[in-house]
């Protein structure tokens, strides 16, 4: 665990689920984790291919995310370079950026195959700035909690009994790799 990781759980039925303090404001903090344009600069082995209406590719700077919007998430040794790997394809359900009142940010992406089906999500809540210490006397310190869970199993013949417990356990592992990353991103600004 890194430092500001709050706990992670993982069930029987296969869920994972981790929460990670940020120092960001929630609503610098859901565009850089919610916004799945991101994500290969901070989750491993991983590149975007983005989906228009009709479903075709779209370049990253067209496509926008919210209710709707489809993607493609392909993880390999070699992906990132544009080599094939391992597709996961989602469509995001719920898009509810931070409110100006405090009030957390929700994105849900349900997983539609070809291998792994079920949904995801992140939730950014808004730490309030005096329980933390500032930096200097009079500066407000921001900072959210990140949560990251996953609700997945593996498409196939195979009952979703015997394939989530499995899937929760490797995506515990990428999910604390990721927020290892995105912490050195974000410390260098």
Do not use: N
């Not at 600069?41 to 209406?53: D, E, Q």
């Not at 009079?138 to 195979?158: I, K, N, S």
């Amino acid at each position: 665990m890194t430092p500001g990781d709050q706990g992670g759980r993982t069930s029987r039925s296969g869920r994972v689920e981790l929460t990670h303090v940020l120092p960001l404001s929630a609503e610098r903090a859901f565009a850089l984790v919610a916004d799945v344009r991101t994500h290969p600069r901070w989750v491993p082995l991983s590149r975007g291919v983005f989906h228009g209406p009709e479903g075709s590719p779209v370049p990253a700077t067209a496509w926008r995310p919210g209710v709707g919007a489809e993607f493609t998430m392909v993880s390999g040794p070699f992906a990132p370079q544009g080599a094939p790997g391992f597709p996961d394809r989602m469509r995001i359900t719920r898009w509810e950026p931070p409110g100006d009142e405090g009030q957390a940010g929700r994105a849900t992406y349900l997983k539609l195959g070809p291998t792994l089906l079920g949904e995801a999500g992140i939730v950014v809540v808004p730490l309030a700035g005096h329980h933390l210490p500032a930096t200097t006397p009079h500066e407000p310190v921001a900072r959210c909690a990140v949560t990251w869970w996953e609700d997945v199993y593996l498409a196939g013949p195979l009952p979703r009994a015997a394939t989530a417990p499995l899937a929760a356990r490797v995506l515990d592992l990428m999910i604390r790799l990721s927020l290892r990353r995105l912490d050195r991103i974000v410390a260098r600004g």
